[in-house]
């Protein structure tokens, strides 16, 4: 499996942006799809999770749930982050993540990884 993730920026306080992950050389629906992300001196987070399948069933850390919407499109074989209402502790390094075990990826242990995208929230 090969993860590209893209979209990620400077953005204001307050303001939306969304990331993007190309997946490729595996089945799509066969994986569950996440986020994680990682700020400078922290351990990398569980952000995120989408199940496999044609589902929507998702499943969010506490700091991003109301604020962060995951969604898949199981034709183009993307996963998508929208963050909205963003805040400076949202400044991270943003890492996709595949697995066929949902679970693996909200234990940030998945075994795929996308190389990440900075995400820069100013206050």
């Known amino acids: 499996v090969q993860l590209q993730a893209s979209g990620g920026g400077l953005v204001q306080a307050g303001g939306s942006l969304r990331l993007s992950c190309a997946f490729s050389?595996?089945?799509?629906?066969?994986?569950?799809l996440g986020w994680s992300r990682q700020a400078p001196g922290k351990e990398r987070e569980f952000v995120g999770v989408?199940?496999?399948?044609?589902?929507?069933?998702?499943y969010y850390a506490d700091s991003v749930k109301g604020r962060f919407t995951i969604s898949r499109d199981n034709v183009r074989n993307m996963v998508y982050l929208q963050m909205d209402s963003l805040k400076p502790e949202d400044t991270a390094v943003y890492y996709c993540?595949?697995?066929?075990?949902?679970?693996?990826?909200?234990?940030?242990?998945?075994?795929?990884w996308g190389q990440g995208t900075q995400v820069t929230v100013s206050s």
């Open positions: 993540a595949a697995d066929q075990v949902q679970h693996k990826i909200a234990v940030v242990s998945p075994e795929y």
């Open positions: 050389g595996r089945t799509f629906g066969s994986y569950a």
């Open positions: 989408i199940k496999r399948g044609g589902g929507e069933s998702t």
